[in-house]
């Protein structure tokens, strides 16, 4: 059966033009990042997860997260906690910025964020998982939903018996990466677990690992019965295998193209991180988007030496001149001046 990636949905009142989500991945899911994910086709974009501690405190680096631009929506931003009253004000200033979804990070394998209580670990307690839950249903008007690993341990089944807890508490959907935490990103996702758990609940699921192609989406979407596929990874300096996936348009990107696409990541990066942050930010996308046999290896590695965004952006440009007038157009194209920064009680710029 093939399955139409271009047909809309919905979660709640929330409508989602394709059934590819692209994937919260902290370093990586920068507003460029999810803005170029929406113009190559995914129906939804997530941010990075972000510290419900770091809201609450007002961190200036946390409140930038929360920068919401007009070409995002729908967007989903996430939050991670284990505290639901702060969970729940995280939420509130989710709403506030213009968030159309706020999403619950209960699969963060890290130990930096399971040894505080959060992420993975609330598989572990879901009285307190669904305590968060509801917390934040309570406290905001958007659909919330929830992204799980299947469990703490290797063979772990728990999502299965969470993630129906989870929607009676208030999510309105769940999204699972099939892996266990031990498991981080070794093996594969088993996606027999998310049809099983499509089964269990009366929510749409969003199925997230290993889709990397049209044709593993097609195979994951018609044998779970998921809503929609979360592509991670595989979009990571390849945002034409988006289009791929949702269009079957498999043309590979010329140099040209793939030179303005990078370019234009680099500026708006720059804007969002101020260059210190974004030279540093930028390196391993360099890798990504030059690879896959894309320019040689030792112009990758003379990028990334190059002190500057600038430097880096007129050896790109050396190496590929037409990327000019793409570069000029994609520019044009997006919307400018709209950058919506919530009305913060602290501005995140401004010190405060
Ligand atoms: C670098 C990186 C950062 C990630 N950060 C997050 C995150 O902040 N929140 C989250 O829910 N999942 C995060 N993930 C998991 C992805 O969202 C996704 O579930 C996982 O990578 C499997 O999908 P893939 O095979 O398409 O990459 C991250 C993954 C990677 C590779």
């Keep these: 059966m093939q399955i139409d990636l271009r047909t809309s949905w919905h979660i709640d009142k929330v409508e989602v033009p394709t059934r590819l989500v692209l994937a919260p991945m902290a370093g990586v899911s920068v507003q460029a990042f999810r803005r170029q994910g929406r113009r190559f086709g995914a129906g939804l974009v997530c941010s990075e997860?972000?510290?419900?501690?770091?809201?609450?405190?007002?961190?200036?680096?946390?409140?930038?997260?929360?920068?919401?631009?007009?070409?995002?929506?729908?967007?989903?931003i996430q939050i991670f906690g284990s505290?639901?009253?702060?969970?729940?004000?995280?939420?509130?200033?989710?709403?506030?910025?213009?968030?159309?979804?706020v999403d619950i990070n209960f699969g963060c394998p890290v130990r930096k964020v399971t040894k505080t209580g959060a992420g993975a670990t609330l598989l572990d307690d879901p009285d307190l998982a669904c305590r968060i839950v509801s917390s934040v249903a309570d406290a905001v008007d958007l659909p919330v939903s929830v992204k799980m690993r299947c469990g703490l341990k290797n063979g772990s089944r728990d999502c299965?018996?969470?993630?129906?807890q989870l929607v009676a508490a208030g999510a309105s959907i769940l999204t699972l990466h099939p892996r266990s935490a031990?498991?981080?990103?070794?093996?594969?996702?088993?996606?027999?677990?998310t049809a099983e758990l499509v089964s269990l609940?009366?929510?749409?699921?969003?199925?997230?690992?290993?889709?990397?192609?049209?044709a593993r989406a097609q195979a994951v979407l018609a044998t779970t019965g998921a809503a929609a596929v979360m592509v991670g990874r595989g979009a990571q300096g390849n945002p034409w295998a988006l289009r791929e996936i949702v269009d079957g348009?498999?043309?590979?990107?010329?140099?040209?193209?793939?030179?303005?696409?990078?370019?234009?990541?680099?500026?708006?990066?720059?804007?969002?991180?101020?260059?210190?942050?974004?030279s540093g930010?930028?390196?391993?996308?360099?890798?990504?988007?030059?690879?896959?046999?894309?320019?040689p290896r030792p112009f990758k590695q003379e990028l990334v030496v190059l002190d500057s965004?600038?430097?880096?952006?007129?050896?790109?440009?050396?190496?590929?001149?037409?990327?000019?007038?793409?570069?000029?157009?994609?520019?044009?194209?997006?919307p400018s001046g709209d950058e919506v920064t919530l009305a913060l009680p602290i501005s995140a710029f401004g010190g405060g």
């Design 309 to 334: 965004t600038e430097e880096v952006e007129r050896r790109l440009i050396a190496a590929a001149p037409g990327a000019l007038p793409l570069i000029e157009q994609l520019e044009a194209e997006l």
């Design 83 to 101: 505290n639901p009253a702060t969970m729940a004000e995280a939420a509130r200033m989710v709403e506030a910025a213009g968030a159309d979804l």
């Design 281 to 295: 930010f930028l390196k391993k996308f360099y890798a990504w988007y030059l690879g896959r046999g894309r320019f």
């Design 160 to 164: 299965l018996s969470v993630g129906p």
């Design 49 to 76: 997860m972000v510290s419900c501690a770091g809201i609450e405190h007002r961190n200036e680096k946390t409140l930038g997260y929360l920068r919401v631009a007009s070409d995002e929506h729908p967007l989903a």
């Design 201 to 214: 609940v009366g929510v749409p699921v969003i199925a997230s690992g290993d889709i990397t192609s049209r």
């Design 249 to 278: 348009d498999a043309t590979e990107p010329s140099r040209e193209e793939v030179v303005a696409e990078l370019v234009l990541f680099i500026r708006e990066t720059v804007r969002e991180l101020g260059e210190r942050r974004a």
């Design 182 to 193: 031990q498991q981080m990103y070794t093996g594969t996702a088993d996606h027999t677990l």
